[in-house]
């Protein structure tokens, strides 16, 4: 099916699957509830999963498949935002347009860096697309200001022409971001019991481009493009040596990756029309980098599930604090109540990032396949116990 063996094609199903149901899947706590605080179901934090997603799936071209560790993706995240909040400025608020602006010009972007970048390999090829991603930072916060607008970042207006739209709505306001007059923002709301789910256009729209992402990624991981791909990975002295020249290649998945990240750019533009060079910052460059290896690097859906975890932390672990604790907590003798809670209080609320560095750290170490391969051991123990089980009843019938 689409060109994909079985395996593939059941692994695109449970991504689809994933993401279409996402609202159900992502609320499994009524609404009042204790426990309804870890929801995630709302469109704001879905549309970072699948955004990050995109991200993720993209940088994995690069890192898990070519070997290539890049800490200058973040560049590339920044440019497509900023393309995309521009076409909105200029052209209309249809998202297609911006969305397409962004890809071409994050690839036109990606192939100067790496053309640069890809003289060196290693250490060198990692240092010098952080420096490349460092100068697109400061140029954006600084010395670019007419075309970024500095560090108050890139916004619409009321005085932007939109040449084939309007500037401003009926009542005065800055139109929002559609596709073919279909609101980004528009929520249908479904109440179910105590249960609220909320549908997003914005949301699916990002969802149905990550199905998309994720086919292309896999037919890419598949191809003999793919096959040369992990070729250098492997061993790209002895590929050079059989006479083949590995820098088109390598240039090829650093453009493609590239073009990743600006249409993640593209799509953060396109849900918040809003660009600041804080997206081209090495922190967001390092997040990607561990979204990817803890999903799995080198695996299809790892950097998925990579990313989509640490959002979760990002956005719902934080919100823990010192009161939510106590509330938990409550049963328990006053002394014994404020030691646990002292004791968890550095890895809460604003303290996430230890915590999620301490299980980055426990993954690196006894997972170094990451999520997908702790999926993988838990199926194997399941698969292991059939045929032990008929082991044993074959053992015990010649006895009786």
């Known amino acids: 099916m689409l060109g994909l063996n079985k395996k593939d094609f059941s692994l695109l199903l449970v991504v689809a699957a994933l993401t279409l149901f996402a609202p159900f899947i992502l609320n499994p706590f009524p609404e009042g509830s204790g426990m309804a605080q870890f929801n995630a179901g709302y469109p704001d934090l879905m ?65 100067v860096i790496g053309f640069i970048s890809l003289r060196r390999s290693g250490i060198y090829f990692s240092i010098l697309t952080l420096a490349f991603a460092q100068m697109s930072f400061n140029l954006a916060y600084s010395v670019l200001t007419p075309i970024t607008n500095g560090e108050t970042g890139l916004q619409l207006t009321l005085n932007d022409p939109r040449v084939l739209g309007q500037s401003a709505t009926a009542d005065g306001s800055i139109p929002v ?14 109440t179910l019991g105590p249960w609220l789910f909320q549908f997003n256009a914005g949301y699916y729209l990002c969802a149905l481009i990550l199905l998309l992402s994720f086919y292309l990624s896999i037919r890419i991981f598949r191809s003999p493009f793919g096959l040369m791909l992990r070729a250098i990975k492997s061993n790209q002295t002895r590929l050079n040596y059989t006479g083949l020249n590995a820098r088109p290649y390598t240039l090829a998945a650093f453009v493609i990756s590239g073009m990743y990240a600006g249409l993640a750019g593209a799509l953060m533009a396109s849900m918040d ?12 460059s390092g997040e990607v980098v561990l979204m990817t290896i803890l999903g799995g690097a080198g695996t299809l859906i790892g950097p998925v599930l990579g990313a989509g975890f640490i959002k979760y932390f990002e956005n719902i672990f934080s919100k823990i604090n010192d009161t939510v604790l106590h509330g938990w907590f409550e049963f328990m003798p006053d ?60 053992q015990s019938t010649p006895a009786e």
């Open 47 to 111: 549309q970072r999963f699948v955004i990050f997603g995109i991200f993720a799936i993209g940088f994995n071209i690069l890192l898990g498949l070519t070997g290539y560790l890049s800490f200058g993706h973040a560049a590339f995240l920044g440019v497509g935002s900023y393309s995309a909040v521009w076409m909105f400025k200029l052209l209309s608020m249809n998202v297609i347009p911006a969305i397409l602006l962004a890809v071409v010009v994050s690839g036109l972007f990606a192939l």
């Open 177 to 190: 971001t559609s596709l073919f007059g279909l609101e980004m923002r528009s929520t249908f709301e479904m």
């Open 273 to 284: 029309p809003l660009a600041g060079a804080e997206r081209m910052q090495w922190t967001a």
């Open 335 to 394: 002394g014994l109540e404020n030691l646990i809670v002292g004791i968890l209080h550095p890895f809460i609320g604003k303290g996430w990032h230890l915590t999620l560095g301490l299980l980055f750290m426990l993954v690196v170490i006894f997972l170094p396949g990451g999520l997908v391969e702790g999926g993988q051991r838990i199926a194997k123990l399941f698969r292991r116990k059939k045929p032990d089980d008929a082991g044993d009843n074959a």
